[in-house]
């Protein structure tokens, strides 16, 4: 039977309001209805039946909210969501979904505790070339995949003054980039047998990781996952080759750009990316382009919705939610011991 899912958000910056808010407002499953700002209130701007609240606690005494959504800086995650599964929410944390493999692991337990669904968000698993991709190996276009590499890089040569480059409390890029280059990566191939990482600083003035180059080894394959913040150009985002053909990707999904411009993704087309973004597929019968699936958060939060009233399991499964912040912390140590480890 269809309900509505009251929802709170802690925190309304950019995630916040450009990635929750408007796929909640056109979902007609999803209701916002408070949210924390310690002193604005964008949300109210946004939409004006949105109450604001000054605190998590406020939030937490609602007894109508059902869901929350944790959007607030990193080393505050495991604090707001545990609250809030004590207190009988649902809970979607922005990713990272956690600072440390045991508080993922004390979280799943919480919700599993309590039947509740404790959720990352993933969304670069709906990006375009990401569902290409997924698409290209339902298809059995590539054969065996031998290589994958995947890479998410900025040019941002001045170090920002903000918490996700300050913060050594899951700040750096290894966890703000690195968990959905891994997380893409487990969700195709499961989980690896190994780890290693190479993880540096590389800007002038850097207090946290902006370079990282991490492998996974499988039996068969190896994954490489790779981000700079030094990267002039940066539009290279997926090199795989198997034993059928290759598939060699540019472009950055266009969805968050298109959020960014105060466009509801309730507009026709949403998330068709511009044919000079289209990958390339090699073949021994030649060399073709290949037309990209539209990208889709939609589907993010409608299975979030099927979680949370049972009718379909969580796409995000608590298995990897645990696995991408436990492939993080191997791949540290291996940065630091320079040796490969054991996943």
């Known amino acids: 039977m ?42 109210e701007a946004f939409d004006p039946t949105i109450q604001t609240v000054r605190s998590h606690e406020d939030l937490l005494a609602d007894p109508d909210i059902d869901l929350v959504i944790v959007s607030s800086p990193n080393d505050t995650h495991f604090s707001y ?7 009988g929410k649902h809970v979607l944390i922005e990713k990272p979904f956690a600072n440390t493999s045991a508080q993922a692991r004390e979280l799943l337990e919480l919700a599993r505790q309590k039947g509740l669904v404790a959720i990352p968000y993933q969304n670069r698993r709906y990006d375009a070339d990401f569902l290409t991709i997924q698409q290209l190996l339902r298809e059995d276009q590539l054969g065996d995949i031998v290589e994958y590499e995947c890479r998410y890089d900025r040019f941002r040569p ?7 480059e300050q913060d050594a409390e899951g700040g750096g890029n290894l966890f703000n980039l690195g968990s959905h280059l891994i997380d893409q990566a487990v969700a195709l191939f499961g989980l690896p047998e190994a780890v290693s990482g190479d993880v540096r600083v590389i800007r002038k003035g850097g207090v946290l990781d902006d370079y990282f180059d991490v492998r996974l080894f499988y039996p068969d394959k190896r994954v490489i996952l790779k981000s700079s913040m030094l990267t002039i150009d940066s539009s290279l985002r997926y090199i795989i080759h198997g034993t059928k053909g290759s598939f060699i990707k ?23 990316e511009p044919e000079s973004q289209y990958g390339t597929l090699t073949t021994p019968e030649g060399r073709f382009t290949f037309p990209s699936q539209p990208g889709n958060y939609h589907h993010f939060y409608d299975n979030l919705y099927q979680a949370i009233v049972g009718e379909k399991p969580q796409e995000v499964t608590p298995e990897q939610a645990i696995a991408v912040i436990r492939i993080i912390e191997l791949a540290n140590e291996s940065s630091q011991t320079q040796k490969v480890l054991e996943f």
Do not use: M
Not at 14 to 31: C, D, E, I, M, Q
Not at 81 to 87: G, W
Not at 158 to 164: H, I, Q, T, Y
């Open 158 to 164: 001045e170090v920002a003054a903000s918490w996700k």
């Open 250 to 272: 540019h472009g950055l999904d266009i969805q968050e750009e298109t959020q960014r411009k105060n466009i509801l993704p309730s507009t026709p087309d949403w998330g068709a």
């Open 2 to 43: 269809s309900r509505t899912i009251q929802v709170g958000i802690i925190g309304f910056g950019l995630s916040g309001r450009y990635f929750h808010a408007p796929f909640l407002t056109v979902n007609p499953h999803f209701k916002i209805v408070k949210v924390v700002e310690r002193h604005r209130n964008e949300a």
């Open 81 to 87: 969501a545990k609250a809030a599964l004590e207190a």
